[in-house]
C-alpha cells in the first residue's frame, strides 16, 4: 500500500514527545512489510541545522489561506526506506521552537493546506493518508468539503495522541485559514465548546480513527476520560480503534546502543545497569551511584502529574535516593526542579530541555523510572525503561494499565513494574515504598528485571494491526 504519515512532528527531524516517536516507528515497522511510506512534516528551523543531511529540492508552489498566499517550498530526503517530504515557510517554521506561538492555529492550517497541494504537485496518490492529532485535522474535511477528485479513491486514518489538545480556534477561521464555508460551524460539523476544533473536525470526517492504547480509547468513550470528546466519539464507536503503540527496538537496544557507557543484555543486565549508572552518577556529578536511582523522562506539565510527581521525589530525596529528570514543560515544574536540586545537590540533576545521548544513557542508568500521569493516552517511556530493565512506577491510566502489571507479592512471575490507581499522595508514595523494597531484596528486583526485559513491546505485531485497519477500508 502507498501511505501517507501527514504530522506536525516525526523522529529522527524533528520530536517534543510521543507523537513524533509514533509516527516514525510506525512508519519504519510498515516499510518493513513492503508498504511504501511517505512521511510529511513542517521544515523546522531545527531540522535545517541538521548536520549531514542528505536533503534534496522537490517543488514549490503558494497556499492560497482567504487573503495570503503564501509560498511553500518542498525538500524531501529518505531515512530507513521512508521518504521524508519537508514543507518550507520561513515566516511559519523558521522559529526555535516547534509549538507555543500564537498564531498556531494559522501556522499549522498553512502545513495542513501544503500538504494538501503536496500530493497533486509530485502526482503522487496515496491510497492511505494517516493524520496526527489536531494540527492536520483539517486535512479529510477541506477534501470532502471542497470535492477534491485527486483524492476520490483516498481513505482517511486519525490517530488522537493527546486529546488534551482539541486545536480550539474562532469560527472565523472556518473561512479565514480554509476557505470553508460558515454553515459547516452552524450546523455542527466542526463546531466544539463555540469554536472551530479541528480535532473534533477530523474525528467527523475520518473514515477510522485510532487512539493509542486499548483503555484509552475506554477511557475516551466516557464523560470523565472524554475532555468533551466523548459524544462525537460514540457517533463513531464503530469505526474507532485502540491500538497500543511500540517501542522502536532498533533504537532501543541496550545490547546494541552505542550512546550508552557499557552495553548488555538479559544475561549481564545488573552488571551492565550497574556500570551506566557508574559512569552517568560521575558525569553528572551525583555522589553514591550505589543508591536506588529514580528518574523523569517526560514533558513538565499536569497532565503528566508532576504535582505528584515532586511529592514523590522529595520523599525519595530524604530517604537517600537518586534523582534525575530530563524534560521541559510548565515554568513552576521547572523552577521546582532547581529547588529541589539546589536543596539536594550531591543526588539530583536535571536537564531542561531534551537531549537525545542523555535519555538514552538515563534508561540505561536508572532503576526506576517515573510516570505517576494523571491522564496518559498510551505512554512509551515505560516501554523503553522495560527494554533496558529499568522498572516504571505508573498510575494505572490509559496506555500504562495496558502495559505495566503491578507487583505486590502475589505476581513476582508477571509483575513488569510498579503501580497505583488514585491520584493522590498516599497511593504514590505506597507504590515508592514498595519499590525501594524491592531494590534491596536482590532477588526480587533480578526477577521483574527478568520480567521486564523479556516483554515485546516492538512495533512488529502492531504494524499489522494498523496495516489490516487501512486495507480493510478498501474491502467494503
Given at each position: 500500500m502507498k501511505i501517507a504519515m501527514v504530522a506536525s512532528e516525526s523522529n529522527p527531524l524533528a520530536k517534543t514527545g510521543g507523537l513524533g516517536d509514533v509516527v516514525y516507528s510506525l512508519s519504519k515497522a510498515l516499510v518493513k512489510l513492503d508498504n511504501e511510506?511517505?512521511?510529511?512534516?513542517?521544515?523546522?528551523?531545527?531540522i535545517q541545522r541538521l548536520p549531514n543531511l542528505d536533503i534534496s529540492y522537490v517543488t514549490s508552489f503558494f497556499v492560497g489561506m482567504s487573503?495570503?498566499?503564501?509560498?511553500?517550498?518542498?525538500?524531501?530526503?529518505?531515512?530507513?526506506?521512508?521518504?521524508?517530504?519537508?514543507?518550507?515557510?520561513?515566516?511559519?517554521?523558521?522559529?526555535?521552537?516547534?509549538?507555543?506561538?500564537?498564531?498556531?492555529?494559522e501556522r499549522f492550517a498553512f502545513f495542513t493546506l501544503a500538504a494538501r497541494e503536496l500530493f497533486k504537485n509530485i502526482n503522487n496518490i496515496p491510497d492511505v493518508v494517516h493524520i496526527h492529532d489536531w494540527q492536520v485535522g483539517m486535512f479529510p474535511?477541506?477534501?470532502?468539503?471542497?470535492?477534491?477528485t485527486f483524492y476520490e479513491k483516498t481513505k482517511f486514518v486519525l490517530t488522537i495522541h493527546n486529546p488534551a489538545f482539541q486545536g480550539l480556534m474562532p469560527r472565523s477561521c472556518l473561512g479565514d485559514f480554509y476557505s470553508l464555508p460558515q454553515y459547516l460551524f452552524d450546523n455542527g460539523q466542526v463546531r466544539f465548546k463555540d469554536q472551530l476544533s479541528t480535532l473534533k473536525t477530523a474525528i467527523v470526517y475520518s473514515d477510522k480513527i485510532t487512539t493509542v492504547s486499548h483503555t484509552h480509547r475506554k477511557e475516551l468513550l466516557t464523560p470523565e476520560g472524554g475532555m468533551g470528546l466523548d459524544g462525537v466519539l460514540k457517533m463513531r464507536e464503530y469505526d474507532f480503534m485502540g491500538i497500543i503503540n511500540g517501542v522502536d527496538f532498533d533504537e532501543f537496544n541496550p545490547s546494541k546502543d552505542p550512546l550508552i557507557a557499557k552495553q548488555y543484555s538479559?544475561?549481564?543486565?545488573?552488571?551492565?545497569?550497574?556500570?551506566?549508572?557508574?559512569?552517568?552518577?560521575k558525569e553528572l556529578h551525583i555522589k553514591n551511584y550505589k543508591k536506588p536511582t529514580f528518574s523523569i523522562i517526560s514533558r513538565l506539565t499536569w497532565q503528566k502529574g508532576m504535582d505528584l510527581a515532586y511529592k514523590g521525589i522529595e520523599f525519595?530525596?530524604?530517604?537517600?535516593?537518586?534523582?534525575?529528570?530530563?524534560g521541559s514543560g510548565e515554568y513552576e515544574y521547572e523552577r521546582r526542579a532547581e529547588e529541589l536540586r539546589a536543596a539536594y545537590p550531591s543526588q539530583m540533576a536535571i536537564y531542561i530541555g531534551y537531549n537525545n545521548t542523555l535519555a538514552?544513557?538515563?534508561?540505561?542508568?536508572?532503576?526506576?523510572?517515573?510516570?505517576?500521569?494523571?491522564?496518559?493516552?498510551?505512554?512509551?517511556?515505560?516501554?523503553?525503561?522495560?527494554?533496558?530493565?529499568?522498572?516504571?512506577?505508573?498510575?494505572?491510566?490509559?496506555?500504562?494499565?495496558?502495559?505495566?502489571?503491578p507487583y505486590n507479592r502475589f505476581n513476582l512471575e508477571k509483575a513488569s513494574g510498579f503501580g497505583f490507581h488514585a491520584f493522590n499522595t498516599d497511593d504514590y508514595i505506597a507504590s515508592l515504598v514498595m519499590a525501594l523494597d524491592a531494590f534491596n531484596d536482590m532477588d526480587v528486583r533480578k526477577k521483574l528485571i527478568n520480567n521486564i526485559m523479556r516483554i515485546d513491546n516492538s512495533w512488529s505485531k502492531n504494524a499489522n494491526t494498523y496495516l489490516d485497519m487501512y486495507k480493510s477500508m478498501f474491502t467494503k
Open positions: 511510506v511517505m512521511i510529511v512534516i513542517p521544515y523546522y528551523d531545527s487573503w495570503r498566499h503564501e509560498e511553500a517550498k518542498v525538500y524531501m530526503t529518505i531515512i530507513d526506506g521512508i521518504k521524508f517530504y519537508l514543507i518550507s515557510n520561513q515566516r511559519y517554521f523558521a522559529r526555535q521552537h516547534l509549538y507555543g506561538d500564537f498564531d498556531d492555529g474535511c477541506l477534501v470532502r468539503e471542497q470535492h477534491d538479559l544475561k549481564d543486565a545488573l552488571e551492565g545497569k550497574e556500570e551506566n549508572k557508574r559512569a552517568l552518577c525519595l530525596l530524604k530517604r537517600g535516593a537518586n534523582v534525575i529528570i530530563l538514552h544513557k538515563i534508561y540505561a542508568a536508572s532503576d526506576f523510572v517515573l510516570m505517576p500521569s494523571l491522564f496518559e493516552p498510551c505512554g512509551i517511556t515505560q516501554m523503553i525503561g522495560q527494554r533496558y530493565g529499568t522498572l516504571p512506577i505508573v498510575r494505572l491510566t490509559g496506555g500504562l494499565e495496558d502495559t505495566v502489571v
